[in-house]
């Protein structure tokens, strides 16, 4: 039998997973799942405002689901590492075995 872990790590979980779970964060992960990208990039992908996007963004960093680096004058967002990866794919798999 699993053990329920202790509601600390049940609440950051929870916080984790409802930052994940917004319609637009959602399509900036994915946008930049495979490649890195500029805000410019991903408000063109995401067909979204800048400030929109500039402030998901922003969310996603706190969360620890994003990270940045910046290469000249422009600024890279990519996945945060490869368990946020991991998490998209389980995601999309669960959803898309619904389809079958």
């Known amino acids: 039998m699993s053990q329920i872990p202790d509601n600390k790590v049940i609440d950051k979980m929870e916080n984790l997973l409802n930052v994940a779970s917004d319609f637009t964060r959602l399509k900036i992960l994915y946008c930049?799942?495979?490649?890195?990208?500029?805000?410019?990039?991903?408000?063109?992908?995401c067909q979204a405002s800048q400030s929109l996007i500039s402030h998901q963004l922003s969310i996603l960093r706190k969360a620890r689901l994003v990270s940045t680096e910046k290469r000249g004058k422009n600024v890279f967002y990519m996945l945060n590492d490869e368990h946020v990866d991991s998490l998209l794919s389980i995601v999309f798999e669960h959803v898309m075995e619904d389809k079958k």
């Open 32 to 45: 930049i799942q495979y490649e890195s990208k500029t805000v410019s990039q991903i408000v063109s992908e």
